[in-house]
T-cell receptor
Framework: GNSVTQMEGPVTLSEEAFLTINCTYT??????LFWYVQYPGEGLQLLLK?????DKGSNKGFEATYRKETTSFHLEKGSVQVSDSAVYFC????????????FGTGTRLQVFP | SQTIHQWPATLVQPVGSPLSLECTVE??????LYWYRQAAGRGLQLLFY??????ISSEVPQNLSASRPQDRQFILSSKKLLLSDSGFYLC???????????FGEGSWLTVV
């Protein structure tokens, strides 16, 4: 079935370090791909998305490219800040028009000054 | 602009007691509505999905139920809570023609 696999956390980085959080998916057809972020004590916020192969989603310095050949949507940021500390969820959606999202288990990022 | 609100934000309930979490969406009509649960240390699981008033799809068998009495209102309920119902519950909506899903602030439920 359709699924999303993302790297386990926590990921611990120093401020200004480079970030990569891996995400791969299994799906039939051409789903949309999303990254959501959950700051401590809050709900989920959409961070970025891509709707077709080779699309690059970007927001707040984060970016991810929809790679159909490797079925991946890795999240990257060149220089993380303490305020980026949160849980990041990769998600697969819009299969057959249902809008249902399938989430990965989330990756906790901790950034220290 | 569209907004989504859910309440209460935090709830502590004894085992066997009833539950009612409410969610409302403003600024849009005929949205798709969702209830997700995030259990401790686990990812997000879709519980219920609704495309219109009175139309509810259950994704997993469980002790919970959902209702949509009005176009922009979505309610999550239980008659008798179990310890395993503890978790973080998120209401969400998307436009009726599809697209991005937007989440509410979440409700923390602890069953004791």
């Amino acid at each position: 079935g359709n699924s999303v696999t993302q790297m386990e956390g926590p990921v611990t980085l120093s401020e200004e370090a480079f970030l990569t959080i891996n995400c791969t998916y299994t799906a039939t057809g051409y789903p949309s791909l999303f990254w959501y972020v959950q700051y401590p004590g809050e709900g989920l916020q959409l961070l970025l998305k891509a709707t077709k192969a080779d699309d690059k989603g970007s927001n707040k310095g984060f970016e991810a490219t929809y790679r159909k050949e490797t079925t991946s949507f890795h999240l990257e940021k060149g220089s993380v800040q303490v305020s980026d500390s949160a849980v990041y969820f990769c998600a697969l959606g819009a299969l057959r028009g249902t809008d249902k999202l399938i989430f990965g288990t989330g990756t906790r990022l901790q950034v220290f000054p | 602009s569209q907004t989504i609100h859910q309440w209460p934000a935090t709830l502590v309930q004894p085992v066997g007691s009833p539950l009612s979490l409410e969610c409302t969406v403003e600024g849009t009509s005929n949205p798709n509505l969702y209830w997700y649960r995030q259990a401790a240390g686990r990812g997000l699981q879709l519980l219920f999905y609704s495309v219109g008033i009175g139309q509810i799809s259950s994704e997993v068998p469980q002790n919970l139920s959902a209702s949509r009495p009005q176009d922009r209102q979505f309610i999550l309920s239980s008659k008798k809570l179990l310890l395993s119902d503890s978790g973080f519950y998120l209401c969400a909506w998307s436009p009726d023609r599809g697209g991005t899903i937007y989440f509410g602030e979440g409700s923390w439920l602890t069953v004791v």
